[in-house]
């Protein structure tokens, strides 16, 4: 009997260490996910944000660019205004002081 209750407590002292030793590999796979998981996640914003990035650098240049030719654009057309008023500026003043006289008169 004495050898029969030895190899019951041998047997289940055997399966608590199995039992430890699966836990522990549940344990070890859990934190093995959980890393991979945020290193996985880590990656992926990485990525993200340098696109991100990239698309503002992008835009930026564009807007700039955008603004750069608008004021181009401004500048030739302040520029013919400019050189047509003082084309005809002479003959306007000419004009409305004849109009004045004319009404003077």
């Known amino acids: ?3 029969r209750i030895k190899s019951i407590i041998e047997a ?3 399966a608590q260490e ?6 522990d590999k549940i344990k070890d796979a859990l934190m093995n996910i ?24 992008k835009l930026t240049a ?7 030719d608008s004021v181009q654009q ?3 057309a ?4 400019e050189d ?5 500026e002479k003959k306007w003043h000419t004009e409305l002081f004849a109009r004045c006289l004319k009404k003077e008169i």
Request: glycine share 0%; aromatic share 8%; no cysteine.
């Open 1 to 3: 009997m004495e050898t």
């Open 34 to 57: 959980h890393k991979e998981k945020t290193r996985i996640q880590e990656e992926v914003w990485n990525k993200v944000k340098a696109q991100v990035e990239a698309e503002r650098i």
């Open 62 to 68: 564009q807007l700039d660019k955008a603004q750069a």
């Open 74 to 76: 401004y500048q030739t």
């Open 12 to 14: 289940d002292l055997k």
């Open 78 to 81: 302040l520029k013919i205004l």
């Open 18 to 23: 199995a039992y430890q030793r699966a836990q």
């Open 84 to 88: 047509n008023f003082k084309a005809r």
